[in-house]
């Protein structure tokens, strides 16, 4: 798992795989629709848009583990 220094501030395209979990700000072909946040699980793939394919691009705003990774839970 990639540190967070690694991580923040980097842009990620779709196909690219997840370096750490955390919240990621989208941002799409603005003819499309505005920039939103969502949450990606670390060693998954970025996914492509249904409506603008390739082109959204994603960039880490909060790093967190997810649950299944962390040695309490």
Do not use: W
């Amino acid at each position: 798992m990639a540190t967070a220094t690694e991580v923040m501030g980097k842009v990620f395209k779709p196909g690219d795989k997840v370096e750490a979990s955390g919240i990621y700000k989208v941002t799409h072909d603005p003819a499309h629709t505005q920039e939103h946040d969502v949450t990606v699980i670390y060693d998954k793939k970025f996914p492509p848009c249904n409506k603008c394919g390739n082109r959204p691009r994603f960039k880490a705003v909060r790093l967190a583990r997810h649950i299944d990774s962390h040695e309490n839970f």
